[in-house]
């Protein structure tokens, strides 16, 4: 086996909350796609990060100074991140009326909401690293976080 292959079975190991990133882009036009590599950076000032390859729709609209939201899905949301996650569903991802897409789009019914400017965007090989300044969060008292494991929801 490649040393590839090897890091990609090793790393389907790792437990991962399911998240869907969403924004506008400069023409005011949602975007919204499936992420699991979100990681906080610091409470001082409240930060994280999340890695968008370069490929996706959504990548070229992240610019330093504009704004997402990620919303943490919870059990209950599976299908929409189906749908966030394939490019042939991309006319449907904002077909959930639970949806709020006045400002910056969020899902008033994740499991939380955190709202983001963008610092910085790091190119690295196939992705860009993007760090975002924590706006805003809301939260639901019920954790009930939608997780990805070995290729399946848990």
Excluded at 8 to 23: G, K
Excluded at 47 to 74: E, P, Y
Excluded at 105 to 117: D, E, G, R, T, V
Excluded at 121 to 136: A, P
Aim: charged share 20%.
């Amino acid at each position: 086996m490649s040393i590839q292959d090897n890091f990609r079975l090793a790393m389907r190991r790792y437990v991962y909350s399911v998240s869907i990133l969403s924004n506008k882009d400069s023409d005011g036009n949602s975007n919204a796609i499936t992420v699991s590599s979100v990681t906080s950076i610091s409470m001082d000032p409240p930060s994280l990060l999340v890695c968008i390859n370069k490929n996706s729709r959504i990548h070229n609209s992240l610019t330093v100074g504009s704004k997402f939201c990620i919303n943490l899905l919870n059990k209950d949301q599976e299908d929409l991140s189906n749908i966030c996650s394939d490019d042939d569903k991309y006319d449907q991802r904002f077909n959930d009326k639970n949806w709020n897409l006045d400002d910056v789009p969020f899902l008033a019914n994740a499991q939380s909401n955190i709202f983001c400017s963008i610092e910085n965007v790091t190119s690295f090989h196939t992705h860009s690293i993007i760090v975002g300044l924590v706006e805003d969060s809301k939260y639901k008292n019920e954790i009930k976080t939608l997780t990805y494991v070995d290729g399946e929801y848990s």
